[in-house]
């Protein structure tokens, strides 16, 4: 590659399609070193390649433009679409701004004193100091994530699994108070184990356990209001017996 004829060189890059077909002309083959010299001697030599030169003529009278700043792009560079990484940077953090900008002055009370680069607690408004983004303390961290839209909901939809399956197996130990008959409020009603206790019955339990386990735990209860529940429990509080003492 080396030694070759710039003449024949020249004739062969405003003859010839490619720079594939170049190589082969040359007696070369087309593989990635000897592509890289070639394009190395023409550089050398002010060389270029005839399809080349027109599709350059054609770019700069038509030239492309960065997206950020408006600078005219190189040839060389002409399939991107910004003149430099600063500008890239630039314009992807206009489309995904940092979180911590939003939370700035705007959404706070207008009696407040701010300067033009405060940040405060999207949970309280204080003042965000040193190496703080979105909360001045890990207290106003946990009361963000415990109220925000996704626990809520999820939370909720849990207790309304729960609730839905205690109704349930309610009606089916008779719906009421097996003691006095009360029958109104679904919290007030719960289930007295009368021997081997393995676990507490209440809304979670009834979300999450299977139910061949919460039957075959069901079996050991009663149904009693909870006032009923408590003097089952608690027979020394009574206050005919204390009254007597």
């Known amino acids: 590659m080396e030694n070759i004829n710039l003449n024949e060189l020249t004739f062969l890059l405003n003859t010839s399609k490619s720079l594939t077909e170049v190589l082969?002309?040359?007696?070369?083959?087309n593989n990635g070193g000897n592509f890289r010299l070639l394009k190395k001697i023409m550089k050398e030599n002010d060389l270029i390649f005839l399809n080349e030169k027109n599709s350059k003529e054609k770019y700069e009278k038509s030239p492309k433009k960065c997206l950020c700043c408006g600078k005219i792009l190189d040839y060389e560079h002409r399939y991107n679409k910004y003149c430099s990484?600063?500008?890239a940077a630039t314009e992807n953090?206009?489309?995904f701004p940092k979180k911590a900008k939003l939370f700035k002055k705007n959404n706070y009370p207008e009696n407040r004193t701010y300067k033009e680069?405060?940040?405060h607690c999207i949970v309280c408004g204080k003042q965000l100091t040193g190496n703080q983004k979105k909360y001045c303390s890990k207290k106003c961290k946990s009361m963000m994530y415990s109220h925000t839209k996704y626990h809520t909901k999820y939370s909720k939809q849990k207790d309304e699994n729960g609730l839905k399956t205690k109704l349930f197996y309610i009606k089916k130990l008779g719906g009421e108070c097996s003691i006095c008959g009360y029958n109104k409020n679904l919290s007030a009603l719960t289930f007295h184990h009368l021997?081997?206790?393995s676990f507490t019955l209440d809304s979670r339990t009834f979300e999450r356990c299977p139910k061949e386990l919460l039957e075959k735990e069901l079996e050991k209860c009663i149904l009693v209001c909870q006032n009923c529940h408590h003097e089952i429990h608690h027979p020394q509080y009574n206050r005919e017996n204390l009254e007597d003492k």
Do not use: A, V
């Open 24 to 29: 082969k002309k040359l007696g070369k083959k």
């Open 85 to 87: 990484k600063s500008c």
């Open 93 to 95: 953090n206009k489309k």
């Open 117 to 119: 680069n405060d940040l």
């Open 195 to 197: 021997r081997d206790k």
